[in-house]
């Protein structure tokens, strides 16, 4: 049996074991161990699971995430998140779907401090999920929006999505950082336009709330205030050239630790729970990177990313179709996975081939990251919606329905970045 | 086995599935530690170096290590609150009983892979300590740290025991819920 079709089993044996229930991290390495033991034998295999956990599990290049991580749950028990969102509704409350555009924008600001949108999703759910149920808020509208701000997270960073890309193309971490700050603020426009076309054509959806004099506005701002200063810090430090993705993460958690101390909103059991919930994520998406290294060096033995390369070079085919084909097969992919999970399983193949075309690095980080968005929104596996579901109470098919016009709003964006790519290619080229 | 018997050696295990437990989440304590470290060693490492031209020799290392001892000693907390992502969505439409079994299956294939991982990384540390490997600027051995990863993965392989037991548990009593 050739190379290549011993890769294609293990892709296929891969996605039947995550299909029964393995654990995702379990199943890349016993295929990708298996694999070698085929194609190189079974002393390689062996010297791969002993030295891979110790060398991914202290390799500095992955030291920001863990560190991001922190720094979310810190401004999460802060109770920073709270006060923005009431901010936003007394800043555009007073407009139809007043209450689902500050959820927007208050999910737009948490993003700039959280870089995991399954927490952004859930943090907002329980904020503003009640408020819209008082003013007899669309459920639909409600949840979707939600779930739709809650995305913008693993877009605007930090984000731990352009944490693993970068790691695992080479690709700079502060300039796809940077490069995340335009298309997420795009996207989080576009949403703000749907809610308030939706809620315009019916304003039974979301009818307009108090209008609050600008003063009161202005005071309340006091929170924004918090969060601006921290991303000014982190991504100030970053597109300056002052320091290095890794100690951004430090300065941050240390900014947020030094945040809730102050709010005084962080006792001793408060610290423990945000220092067990950092290192259990931490844990489980690092053990997939160690799982995804073997597996990828399985695929790396076999040769199938050259193979496939040197096959879609002789296609007499423009490079955009590729491309366009490339970005559907992760819309489906993201239907069936987490992005973390995506980005691991494919870049190894996919990327060479991307370079190879001649896109942008940096760009098609961010294209795959907003396409991996898409996956925590649409059926059947959707975790951001489910996460919503969970927190709201609110059948996950009916959050499935809601999501629809921000689904859209997503693709419109992708066809915005992919015709404009300047869009997050002009603040990285700026940087230091 | 007479009942009493029986009775005996169910006490007897769950002490030790408490016991194990205890450890798991010590081990989540240690890990909480090394968090805080990691986080203020890289704060003021750049502060040091920024305003006073004093960097912290060894940051790099010492973080890399932090970061290595919170994750692989957390692998089996981790799996006892079931925070090691799967996909659920074919197994879920199972019934009671085929869930039940895959689910064991999936337990029992996490076993022999980490049973692997123990034995070779076992074997690795060992080497490391007898060819008395250093840091290049931390002081000390750099060997022993290399017994994160057997510690972490004895200890995940107890965890995934403990689960298989649990499922066949379940499995007897008609399936998983």
Request: glycine share 10%; net charge positive; hydrophobic share 55%.
């Amino acid at each position: 049996m050739s190379p290549i079709v011993i890769s294609l089993l293990g892709l296929g044996i891969l996605l039947l074991l995550f299909s029964q229930g393995v654990h995702i991290a379990f199943a890349f390495a016993i295929v990708g161990a298996l694999g070698v033991v085929i194609l190189k034998g079974p002393t390689a295999a062996l010297t791969l699971l002993g030295t891979t956990p110790y060398d991914y599990a202290t390799n500095s290049a992955l030291l920001a995430i863990p560190l991001f991580i922190l720094m979310g749950q810190f401004v999460y028990v802060s109770g920073i998140s709270q006060e923005l969102f009431n901010t936003a509704y007394k800043l555009v409350g007073r407009f139809h779907g007043g209450l689902a555009l500050a959820t927007n924008i208050a999910g737009t600001i948490f993003g700039a401090c959280c870089g995991v949108s399954m927490a952004a999703c859930a943090t907002f759910g329980t904020i503003a999920y009640p408020e819209m149920v008082k003013y007899n808020y669309d459920r639909k509208l409600a949840t979707g929006c939600i779930a739709a701000g809650g995305c913008l997270s693993d877009l605007i960073p930090p984000s731990n999505a352009f944490i693993l890309f970068g790691v695992l193309t080479s690709t700079s971490i502060g300039a796809l950082f940077i490069a995340g700050i335009i298309p997420g603020l795009i996207l989080s426009f576009l949403n703000l336009v749907i809610i308030y076309f939706i809620c315009r054509r019916n304003p039974t959806m979301g009818p307009p709330g108090q209008v609050f004099p600008f003063k009161e506005v202005l005071k309340s701002s006091y929170s924004v205030l918090w969060v601006l200063a921290l991303f000014l810090l982190v991504i100030g430090g970053l597109f300056a050239g002052i320091f290095t993705p890794t100690e951004a993460g430090s300065i941050g958690a240390l900014g947020a630790f030094i945040i809730a101390l102050v709010r005084r909103k962080l006792n001793f059991s408060g610290l423990k729970s945000v220092l067990t919930n950092s290192i259990t994520t931490t844990c489980f998406i690092l053990t997939i990177i160690i799982g995804a290294m073997i597996f990828s060096k399985f695929l790396a033995i076999s040769g199938l990313s050259a193979t496939l390369g040197d096959w879609i070079s002789t296609l007499a085919i423009s490079r955009h179709v590729i491309m366009v084909c490339i970005l559907i097969m992760y819309v489906i992919l993201g239907m069936f996975m987490d992005v973390l999970s995506m980005i691991l399983l494919t870049i190894p193949i996919v990327f060479p081939l991307v370079i190879s075309l001649g896109f942008d690095p940096v760009w098609f980080g961010v294209m795959l990251t907003l396409v991996g968005e898409i996956g925590l929104l649409t059926p059947p596996v959707g975790m951001n919606v489910f996460v919503v579901s969970g927190v709201t109470k609110v059948p996950v098919g009916e959050v499935f329905s809601g999501i629809t016009p921000f689904v859209i709003m997503m693709a419109v964006a992708m066809v915005i970045m992919y015709i404009f790519p300047d869009l997050s290619l002009f603040l990285p080229s700026i940087m230091m | 086995m007479e009942l009493g018997e029986i009775r005996r050696c169910s006490s007897v295990l769950i002490k030790i599935e408490k016991y194990i437990r205890y450890v798991e989440k010590l081990f989540i304590g240690i890990g909480g530690v090394l968090f805080m470290a990691l986080m203020f060693l890289g704060a003021a490492d750049v502060i040091g170096r920024y305003f006073f031209n004093k960097p912290i020799q060894g940051t790099l290392e010492a973080s890399e290590l932090m970061m290595g001892g919170m994750i692989l000693l957390g692998w089996a907390y981790t799996m006892q609150i079931n925070g090691h992502v799967k996909v659920d969505l074919v197994v879920n439409r199972y019934n009671p009983r085929a869930k039940a079994i895959a689910n064991i299956v999936a337990l029992i294939l996490g076993l022999g892979l980490f049973c692997l991982v123990f034995w070779q990384s076992l074997i690795l540390a060992i080497r490391f300590v007898n060819e008395h490997r250093v840091f290049q600027i931390l002081p000390g051995p750099a060997g022993p740290y290399h017994f994160f990863v057997p510690v972490g993965a004895f200890f995940l392989c107890l965890e995934l025991i403990i689960q298989i037991g649990h499922g066949i548990q379940e499995l007897r009593e008609g399936g998983a819920k």
